[in-house]
Nanobody, 125 residues
């Protein structure tokens, strides 16, 4: 059973940066697309960023383009989300997941079958 463990969340002031990590218990990135989603209190989980199995295709939700960067390291079985210029509206629990979809569909939450436990990101104004 594949397990995903997120880390790197925390409290940061607006304009600051955080790097989230998603470590897989077995080889995952390199075989499956991986994505980051977030869920704020009272809201549904929403797409943030995704990377295809070979890193060749990357997608971002509009609100994070130019500020967030998703990347993967096959050797470490880890996917990262570098978050810069953070805003209070980025506050949420961030989850990484593994998708069995491909192409542009890796942005679709329905394709995600395995999730981590989440890591809290809080951005103060």
């Amino acid at each position: 059973q594949v397990q995903l463990v997120e880390s790197g969340g925390g409290l940061v002031q607006a304009g600051g940066s955080l790097r989230l990590s998603c470590a897989a218990s077995v080889r995952t990135f390199g075989s499956y697309a991986m994505g980051w989603f977030r869920q704020a209190p009272g809201k549904e989980r929403e797409f943030v960023a995704a990377i295809s199995w070979n890193g060749g295709s990357i997608y971002y939700t509009e609100s994070v383009k130019g500020r967030f960067t998703i990347s993967g390291d096959n050797a470490k079985n880890t996917v990262y989300l570098q978050m810069n210029s953070l805003k209070p509206e980025d506050t949420a629990v961030y989850y990484c997941g593994r998708s069995y979809y491909s192409g542009t569909n890796i942005q679709n939450i329905r394709g995600y079958e395995i999730w981590g436990q989440g890591t809290q990101v809080t951005v103060s104004s």
